[in-house]
């Protein structure tokens, strides 16, 4: 078994280390082990419920909340990416916590109504093709009195860093023939309004909801290879590219070059600091 850490060298001395084993092992603690602990600090998950993890990657929520819950409680994990899934189990195994992983559709949630007494969604739902749906099932699975947590980052004028990233990214990833748009690159901080966050909810079905703003400092080891970690492990969302090593190699060249200089900007010590602006939902069933 891969034992997954935050010192791991995903594309140097572990490279048989997947693009989801690396976002777990960077993004993680860089990021959302952090926004982790602010979102069940708004959550109040308590020993004995039922909780629900939507969109849950690697299960770094996840097994936060199973700690909180206790084993008189129930935890379920969903997710559409299996790679993310296959992860979440491998860390899970190394604990002694009892979660219920699903691989299944944040718009088409294969559990039964009303089964859950929390729903947890950490930067998810603004990945969802149709939100709406997602915002309904959130609804739909959680019990009368329940309550529904969810975090979104706030818009990319927040992320000047992930601007730099994403204007760097585009015309590279044409010059190797990959499809994509600034859309795609900029998607984590698509849904930035607090108002549309709640508008959409209410149209759900929830009551009492509460949009608040909150802010976490990412802290990233190794700036000199901040670009090359970074992008591999976001291949795990989009793997495709990775899958040929000498074109995204030449890709990672290009735009480590191309964003050095607002890179250098956010260095302190041996870190990239990035401060992360989110929204988060607090909603009543």
């Given at each position: ?216 400092v990412a802290r990233f080891p190794d700036p000199d290879r901040f670009v090359e ?57």
């Amino acid at each position: 078994m891969t034992t997954i850490t935050e010192d791991v060298d995903p594309m140097g001395t572990q490279p048989s280390l997947t693009p989801a084993a690396a976002y777990q092992a960077y993004y993680g603690p860089a990021i959302f082990e952090p926004l982790a602990s602010i979102l069940l600090s708004r959550a109040r998950p308590s020993p004995g419920e039922s909780v629900l993890d939507v969109a849950c990657g690697t299960g770094i929520a996840t097994r936060r909340v199973a700690v909180s819950v206790g084993t008189t409680g129930r935890v379920v994990g969903v997710d559409v990416n299996p790679a993310m899934l296959d992860v979440a189990r491998a860390v899970t195994s190394e604990t002694d916590l009892t979660v219920e992983w699903q691989h299944g559709d944040g718009t088409a949630l294969p559990l039964p109504d009303a089964a859950f007494d929390l729903v947890l969604c950490q930067q998810g739902l603004q990945f969802f093709p149709d939100r709406d749906a997602g915002a309904r099932e959130m609804r739909r699975v959680l019990r009368v009195g329940g309550r529904a947590v969810i975090a979104v980052w706030q818009g990319l004028e927040h992320h000047p860093l992930f601007a730099a990233l994403a204007d760097a990214e585009l015309p590279e990833l044409a010059r190797f023939d990959v499809q994509a748009s600034y859309g795609d690159l900029v998607a984590p901080f698509s849904f930035g309004d607090a108002a549309v966050l709640r508008d959409l909810l209410v149209a759900a079905g929830f009551r009492q909801v509460e949009v608040v703003q909150a802010s976490v400092v990412a802290r990233f080891p190794d700036p000199d290879r901040f670009v090359e970690r970074l992008e591999y492990a976001y291949a795990a969302v989009v793997p495709a590219f990775a899958e040929d090593p000498a074109a995204f190699a030449g890709y990672l060249e290009a735009v480590d070059r191309r964003t050095r200089d607002v890179v250098d900007r956010h260095r302190d010590g041996d870190h990239v600091v990035i401060p992360m602006q989110t929204n988060i939902a607090i909603a009543r069933g």
